[in-house]
Nanobody
Framework: QVQLVESGGGSVQAGDSLRLSCVAS????????MAWFRQAPGKEREFVAT????????YYKDSVKGRFTISRDNAKNTVFLQMDNLKPEDTAVYYC??????????????????WGQGTQVTVSS
């Protein structure tokens, strides 16, 4: 059974940084594409960033390009989201997700097979 567990969320001020982590168990992590999505109150879940199984290709939502960096450590079954220069509009619950389509970059949530429980990120101005 695949389990994804996020951590690293918190409450910060605008301009601060946070690093989210997501540890996978029960999966073939090194073969899976991984992604981060987020959901703000009253809004639909939206794509943030994704990384292929090898880590060679990444893709970002336009509004986070240059501020967020997705990376992975296949030896530790962990994917990271480094978030710099955070803005109030980044406030949301952040979810990691995995897909067996490991060589693809995908922004559509229905293409992901497994999801974590989410971690809250709150950015105040």
């Amino acid at each position: 059974q695949v389990q994804l567990v996020e951590s690293g969320g918190g409450s910060v001020q605008a301009g601060d940084s946070l690093r989210l982590s997501c540890v996978a168990s029960g999966s073939t992590f090194s073969s899976d594409a991984m992604a981060w999505f987020r959901q703000a109150p009253g809004k639909e879940r939206e794509f943030v960033a994704t990384i292929t199984s090898t880590g060679l290709t990444t893709y970002y939502k336009d509004s986070v390009k240059g501020r967020f960096t997705i990376s992975r450590d296949n030896a530790k079954n962990t994917v990271f989201l480094q978030m710099d220069n955070l803005k109030p509009e980044d406030t949301a619950v952040y979810y990691c997700a995995s897909s067996r389509l490991g060589s693809n970059v995908m922004a559509v949530p229905t293409l992901y097979d497994h999801w974590g429980q989410g971690t809250q990120v709150t950015v105040s101005s």
